[in-house]
Each structure stands twice: as structure tokens, then as C-alpha cells.
């Protein structure tokens, strides 16, 4: 079993920037990839960013390309989001996971860290 521990979430203006970190932790040989996920109010959750944990492929939303950032360390086992010209529409609540499977879903959350972007 894998635990995930997000931080760095918070209030910010339009146009600025904010890190998302996340920390693994338990039965972390087993990952194979970690990624983002986000849940505004009164939406469904949705994918944000995903990093394969060899060879650091990267993959994005097309609603974040050219914004965000997904990153990774290998040594602390811990995935970053670098959040940069941020919306009102970013605004949800952020989620780390993490999966076993390159192709296979997320099945590791963590509790999820509040971004909040006022215009």
C-alpha cells in the first residue's frame, strides 16, 4: 500500500503561480507512474498531469499544456506540480495518486489540497 501527502496548495491571483508537492510513502517500489487530478465544486474529478516513474515521460490536459508542469524525485519519491499563469477555472481541490501500472488506473490517493485562484 502506497500513502500519498500533498502540500502547497493556497489562495492566489490570476496570473500567479503556486507548487503542488507530493510525498509517497509505504510500498513505493511498486509505482510505476503518479500524476494530478483536480475536482472543482459540482464537477467530476478530472485528469491534470501524469509522469511514468522510469524514464519521466510526461502528459498533460490540454486545459494546463504550456501552464503546468509535472516533475518528479526520484530519491524522495515525490511528485511536483508547478502551477504557473493560473485561472478562476483552476480553482478544486488537487489530488495526488499514484499507480502500479503504467496502464492500469491510479489506485493510490491522497487527501487532496485546496488551490483557490481569485480574479
Not at 507512474?33 to 515521460?57: H, L, N, T
Given at each position: 500500500?502506497?500513502?500519498?501527502?500533498e502540500?502547497?496548495?493556497?489562495?492566489v491571483?490570476?496570473?500567479?503561480?503556486l507548487?503542488?508537492?507530493?510525498?509517497?510513502?509505504?510500498?513505493?517500489?511498486?509505482?510505476?507512474?503518479?500524476?494530478w487530478?483536480r475536482?472543482a465544486?459540482?464537477?467530476?474529478?478530472?485528469?491534470?498531469a501524469?509522469?511514468?516513474?522510469?524514464?519521466?515521460?510526461?502528459y498533460y490536459a490540454?486545459?494546463?499544456?504550456?501552464r503546468?508542469?509535472?516533475?518528479?524525485?526520484?530519491?524522495?519519491?515525490a511528485v511536483?506540480?508547478?502551477?504557473?499563469?493560473l485561472k478562476?477555472?483552476d480553482t478544486a481541490v488537487y489530488?495526488?495518486?499514484?499507480?502500479?501500472s503504467?496502464?492500469g488506473p491510479?489506485?493510490s490517493?491522497?487527501?487532496?489540497?485546496?488551490?483557490?485562484?481569485?480574479?
Amino acid at each position: 500500500q502506497v500513502q500519498l501527502v500533498e502540500s502547497g496548495g493556497g489562495l492566489v491571483q490570476a496570473g500567479g503561480s503556486l507548487r503542488l508537492s507530493c510525498a509517497a510513502s509505504g510500498r513505493t517500489f511498486n509505482i510505476q507512474k503518479m500524476g494530478w487530478f483536480r475536482q472543482a465544486p459540482g464537477k467530476e474529478r478530472e485528469f491534470v498531469a501524469a509522469i511514468r516513474w522510469s524514464g519521466g515521460s510526461t502528459y498533460y490536459a490540454d486545459s494546463v499544456k504550456g501552464r503546468f508542469a509535472i516533475s518528479r524525485d526520484n530519491a524522495k519519491i515525490a511528485v511536483y506540480l508547478q502551477m504557473n499563469s493560473l485561472k478562476p477555472e483552476d480553482t478544486a481541490v488537487y489530488y495526488c495518486a499514484g499507480g502500479i501500472s503504467t496502464a492500469g488506473p491510479f489506485g493510490s490517493w491522497g487527501q487532496g489540497t485546496q488551490v483557490t485562484v481569485s480574479s
